[in-house]
């Protein structure tokens, strides 16, 4: 229950950022996703499946902000979280930083892709645009920029319930 | 064996989630009721928590805004100087003109704006999305009598028009979007067509009409919405300013280019006119809707 409602606070507060703020701290035009940031960093650090019921609802609560149909930044934030969580799961360091970074990097950027693309499958205007390069390259790099404390938010909502860490591979040789 | 069972409750996870989102879309693409009632029942939840974060981190916004924006808002201060003072001479002359316009209206029985009601919107927010930049969001909805496809102004001119209205908020789509097509004239000749958005900072177009090649249209000259059969803005809103005239010499039609006369940056208030124009058949009097509203309005 308590895990609930810290991540309740944690999507709340990113959004409320994410809209009041740095709507108009843009840089070059372009302002960060962070609600996706917070997406992939609950997958990385819980998995697919937290990632990606936190990514929905993140997701559905900025949907009602955008003029993109309802639901579509939730099913883009679902498959990001999916990916990363499986992505994470799969790496055994998946506490080192660069790493951690540059999976941020690829996501963000992925993610951005996908909303677009399924918002041009749907028939959405003003998506895919000349500007698009320029915003997926800077939001991408200002999303990474702002990680470190949307990761102590996210970890600081799950507590103690962090996914353990995978176990070392063990080699057998058989003869 | 642990691992399998994993994957396959991330996975069930997943087709479960991408399930609701379907769902979710095709509801709302179809404007099903509840849907929309659920996103005004969230919308007013959070809202409280998002007045308080404008109030907490508006000023950031504002000071960030004027650091970036430094130099061209020095800029822009220099011409409107520079306009204010040619303006004030040309009020003198333009009152006369006006009371001779009211006349001239009065004798041939045209609509004013004036006539129809209108209510005034403080601009909640402008976009918050990195990529559709020609929105804003307005604190008026469906109680204060707003709809769908109403147009929005400012003093200046026509901005754009209301879409996706919720109960208390609604959304304006600027003319500067090049999905947004407006039936337009040039004012003072039988010139009609239609003008189109190109994006940010960038002029409008009047390119789909019949503004033939020999027509007698110049720079200067007035641009505004005709009002004609199943327009979805009422006649006579100053849309801009024809700022260049290019010839297609396919179509042997004139291209204009239109400044917009309202100011579209940093909007403060804007005013929606409940024009309704199946209602409107019978004249501006037929309006139904019938919000308290302030003729006018401001930018």
């Known amino acids: 229950m308590v895990l609930y409602v810290r991540f309740t606070v944690v999507v709340v507060l990113v959004l409320v950022l994410q809209v009041e703020l740095f709507s108009e701290l843009r840089l070059w035009g372009v302002m960060p996703e962070l609600l996706m940031g917070t997406t992939v960093a609950t997958a990385w650090a819980a998995g697919p499946d937290r990632g990606a019921v936190v990514g929905f609802v993140a997701g559905l609560l900025y949907d009602l902000y955008l003029p993109t149909p309802l639901a579509l930044s939730a099913l883009t934030y679902v498959l990001v979280a999916y990916g990363v969580g499986n992505v994470s799961a799969a790496l055994a360091s998946s506490g080192e930083r660069r790493l951690r970074q540059l999976v941020t990097l690829c996501a963000v950027a992925a993610g951005i892709m996908l909303f677009v693309t399924l918002g041009e499958l749907l028939g959405q205007p003003n998506l895919y645009t000349d500007r698009l390069v320029t915003i997926v390259i800077v939001a991408t790099l200002y999303t990474t920029l702002l990680m470190t404390p949307i990761r102590r938010l996210v970890l600081w909502a799950l507590g103690d319930e962090k996914r353990p860490a995978p176990k070392p591979l063990r080699l057998e040789v058989v003869e | ?299």
């Open chain 2, 1 to 299: 064996m642990a691992a399998p069972r994993r994957s396959g409750r991330s996975r069930f996870t997943l087709f479960l989630l991408m399930l609701l989102s379907v769902t979710l879309l095709t509801l709302d693409a179809r404007d099903f009721g509840p849907v929309e009632r659920l996103k005004d029942g969230i919308s007013a939840v959070v809202s409280p928590i998002r007045s308080f974060g404008d109030a907490v981190f508006g000023p950031v916004g504002d000071a960030w805004q004027g650091l970036s924006e430094n130099d061209d808002l020095r800029r822009e201060n220099e011409e409107l100087r520079s306009r204010l003072e040619a303006v004030q001479g040309e009020i003198i002359d333009d009152k006369g003109a006006a009371d001779e316009l009211r006349d001239l209206k009065d004798q041939l029985g045209l609509e004013a704006r004036d006539e129809y009601p209108t209510t005034t919107a403080e601009v909640l927010a402008a976009s918050i999305s990195n990529f559709d930049e020609f929105v804003l969001e307005i604190n008026r909805g469906t109680v204060d009598g707003v709809r769908d496809g109403m147009p929005v102004v400012t003093v200046g001119g026509l901005v754009g028009r209301i879409e996706d209205t919720g109960r208390r908020t609604a959304r304006v789509r600027l003319i500067t979007d090049p999905s947004v097509s407006v039936g337009v004239k040039v004012v003072g000749t039988d010139e009609v067509g239609i003008i189109t958005g190109q994006g940010e900072d960038r002029p409008l177009v009047v390119s789909k009409g019949s503004i033939r090649v020999d027509a007698e249209v110049e720079v200067g000259d007035v641009i505004a919405t005709s009002g004609s059969d199943r327009s979805l803005y009422p006649p006579n809103i100053a849309v801009g300013t024809v700022v260049a005239v290019e010839v297609d010499q396919g179509t042997l039609e004139k291209r204009l280019l239109v400044e917009p006369s309202a100011s579209l940056e940093r909007l403060r208030f804007v005013t929606v006119i409940l024009f309704d124009p199946e209602a409107d058949d019978a004249g501006p009097a037929a309006a139904t809707t019938t919000a308290q509203g302030s003729p006018g309005g401001g930018d």
